[in-house]
């Protein structure tokens, strides 16, 4: 999903060659997620609460982690944008390894979500055309707003079923993912020769 930038078209910084690192660990630990969400016949409201946290808090720290590969400063507007993203990711996942109960893991896990969404949205709509992932972020934003406004709905239904919302979002996230950070790899193989000539 990922399209390219004409950097002299645009006032965005250019993003790290290394980019598609952290769009496929975010990719892998979603995919990971989603893979126990579907495999895990009866989890407990312990499993639950511990792989949703484990998930939420992997993806904020992989958000943190790659905001300099972005080429955003992280005082910038857009670096602030995806601090707070990661920040909520994280909280949420630590909350999750702590506090256990169906309703916690909605309410918690549907309020990180919705704020890293909303924020990753955000920057999908105001940097359209002019970062090479845009549209990722666009579309990542409306899958994780639709889980976390799902979540909630789920409660009364138990461990299982809100695993299964979860993990249908991270499963759709995750391909998502895996395609961007493929398609970043395959353009930083393809300019690395353009920059050695």
């Known amino acids: 999903m990922t399209s390219?930038?004409?950097?002299?078209?645009?006032?965005?910084?250019?993003?790290?060659?290394?980019l598609w690192k952290p769009a496929l660990l975010r990719a892998a630990a979603a995919l990971a997620f989603g893979a126990v969400t579907v495999f895990w016949a009866a989890p407990s409201v312990a499993g639950m609460s511990l792989t949703g946290g484990v998930y939420l808090l992997a993806t904020g720290l992989i958000l943190l982690w790659g905001i300099p590969m972005t080429g955003f400063r992280r005082e910038a507007p857009a670096g602030r944008l995806l601090s707070a993203a990661g920040a909520a990711l994280t909280g949420a996942g630590v909350a999750l390894l702590f506090l256990q109960g169906s309703l916690v893991f909605a309410v918690i896990g549907a309020v990180g979500l919705a704020v890293a969404s909303a924020a990753e949205l955000w920057l999908g709509v105001t940097l359209r055309g002019r970062h090479v992932l845009a549209r990722d972020w666009l579309a990542s934003g409306v899958i994780g707003l639709g889980t976390a406004g799902t979540l909630p709905f789920f409660v009364g239904l138990g461990p299982h079923a809100l695993l299964g919302v979860a993990g249908g979002g991270a499963i759709i996230s995750g391909v998502l993912w895996i395609l961007a950070g493929l398609s970043l790899r395959h353009d930083a193989r393809a300019d690395a020769p353009k920059a050695v000539n």
């Open 4 to 18: 390219p930038v004409n950097p002299a078209e645009s006032d965005v910084p250019a993003p790290s060659a290394e």
